[in-house]
Structure formats: C-alpha cells, structure tokens
C-alpha cells in the first residue's frame, strides 16, 4: 500500500505521515509549500511518479502562525479560494487521468458556518459558510462530490472540529488562553462561556484516516463521516478555568459581545461504526502536551501518564 499525502508539512499532516509509517506503510510527502500542487502538471507528474494507491488531500491555506483560518481568510480572499480550490482540483483531476481510484479528502466544521443554537453536527448539517476559508473549504468538497459521482473516484470526505496540540502555529482558543495564563493576563470569555466546543488531538484524526484506508474500497462515490468525541466537549468558560488551574496564573473577563458565541458539538456516531473510531486522547492530554512541549510549563492539575505520553 502505498499512500501520497499531500500537505504532509502541516500541523495535522506532520502526524499523519509519522502515524502511518509507524503502521509500516509506504509513504510519499508533498506540501503546499513546494509550489507544485497549485499547478496542474506538476500535480500530474507528482501523482504518476508516486503511483499511489490512495491519496490523503490535507494540502489546503488554514491560518497563518499565531491567526485562525478565518480570520486570515478574510484578509486575503482571493488568495484562500484559489489556492484551496486549484489543489483539490489538481487532485482529484490527476487521480481521473491516472487512474488513482481513492481519495481521502480533509475538510473541516467552517463550510458549516454559525451553528443555531441547540443543533447537533453530523454528516446531514446544512453548510452555510460565512467566511472565505469555509466557502473554499465548501467548494473542495463540490470538487470531491463532482468527480466521485461522474468518474467513480471512491472518497471519503472528513470535517473535524477544533484541532490542538504541541507545536501548532495556528491561533485557536486553547492557544490563546494558554498564552494568556501564562502571562498572567485576563482571558475574554464572550457572553456568559456556557457556549461548548470539541477538540481533537491530530493523533486522533490520524488514526482515523489509517482506518478509512480500508473502508473507503467499499465506497460507492462519496461518503462525508463527521468526526468528533463528547469526551472533550467542553463550554469556554469552563476550558478557561482548566488552563488557568493547570498554569496557576490569569483571571477571567467577560464581554458581552457575541459574535462568536455559538456551540459546535457533533454526532460522531457514523465513524464510530462504520470506522470502528473515537477520539483517545482527552482534552486534559492535549493542553498538557501544549504546555510541556510548546511552554516548557509543568501542569499543576495532569496524570504524571499524560505528561509523560507528552514528552515522548
């Protein structure tokens, strides 16, 4: 088995590859940083050069060091559309032409847009983006619908909530309110905090995508699995009070703006039995592996296992 990763040098990808050759399976890495994917005969020459048997498409614009995918996105529109569009086009067009029967695409909860209020994410949930970065993210998943349905390429398509974990440049919530702590600054809390989040470690979501090798031959076209886990659902108020007990410094500050209060929780059930997957790793790991590898901060509340799981 021989796999192609595109977007290997990213936060997700860079665990991705490690997972799967740690599994004993051939790898070939490429990223959004070598300038070939933007290009369609490169593309093509990448792919029949590589001769893979399933391509894992990562490759995508998110957010830049220290600045969530959105918000970069909104700076540079153009930018976001073209590049995320042109690769997975690239991809999915130099799979038809030679005959790679397997796509494993990476998409993510932004297509979805603003959440009302009490809703449940799974695979059936509208899309509504309200940003460049989730429109483009909606359009790869048109590219990925398009070519499954008209010229039998066999993809699975995956949305993710909130990735986090060591060595992530890009901004999220866990990043801030870590940074935050540690300074010993007030973490802003919008409206009241009760509105939840999920988290995912990419170790998890590797271990989903080495599960869907096998799956996605049983494919007919395209099918979209949701991933997520109730285990680290969690209201912002309340992840603000973990970081702060574990770092042992910041203060709570609340606004009453609420552009961004809404919930993002999920029903995962489809990957759970049809993948046989869930999350293993808790959110008390995940901000315990923020603050050993990326803070060299000691947790005052962790297991002496998940500190330990965090430096190897």
Request: proline share 4%; hydrophobic share 40%; aromatic share 6%.
């Amino acid at each position: 088995m021989k796999i192609l990763v595109t977007g290997a040098k990213g936060f997700l990808g860079r665990f991705l590859v490690r997972h799967l050759r740690d599994q004993k399976l051939e790898v070939v890495e490429t990223d959004i940083l070598d300038s070939v994917l933007t290009d369609y005969w490169q593309t093509h020459e990448l792919v029949r050069e590589a001769k893979p048997d399933v391509i894992m498409n990562l490759a995508a614009l998110a957010g830049a060091s220290g600045t969530g995918g959105a918000p970069e996105s909104k700076k540079s529109p153009h930018k976001f559309f073209q590049t995320n569009v042109s690769i997975s086009l690239n991809v999915f067009e130099a799979a038809r032409q030679l005959d790679v029967s397997s796509v494993l695409q990476m998409s993510s909860f932004s297509p979805y847009g603003r959440i009302d209020p009490g809703v449940t994410i799974d695979e059936d949930t509208p899309l509504r983006p309200n940003n460049p970065y989730g429109g483009s993210k909606a359009c790869v998943e048109t590219i990925a619908k398009v070519y499954s349905e008209c010229y039998g390429i066999r993809c699975v398509l995956f949305r993710a909530p909130l990735l986090a974990g060591e060595g992530q440049k890009e901004q999220n919530a866990i990043q801030e309110f870590i940074r935050l702590a540690i300074e010993g600054k007030d973490i802003t809390i919008f409206g009241d905090g009760k509105h939840r989040r999920e988290w995912l470690h990419p170790l998890d979501i590797s271990r989903a995508y080495e599960k869907a090798i096998g799956y996605v031959e049983r494919v007919k076209g395209l099918d979209t699995i949701v991933l997520g886990t109730e285990m680290n659902r969690i209201s912002m108020v309340e992840l603000a009070g973990m970081i702060i007990r574990k770092v042992g410094r910041g203060r709570l500050e609340f606004s009453p703006t609420k552009s961004l209060v809404f919930d993002q929780i999920t029903n995962a059930s489809k990957a759970r039995d049809l993948l046989g997957w869930s999350a293993q790793i808790s959110l008390n790991e995940i901000i315990d592996r923020i603050l050993v590898h990326d803070h060299n901060v000691q947790p005052r509340s962790s297991e002496s296992r998940a500190v330990a799981r965090a430096k190897s």
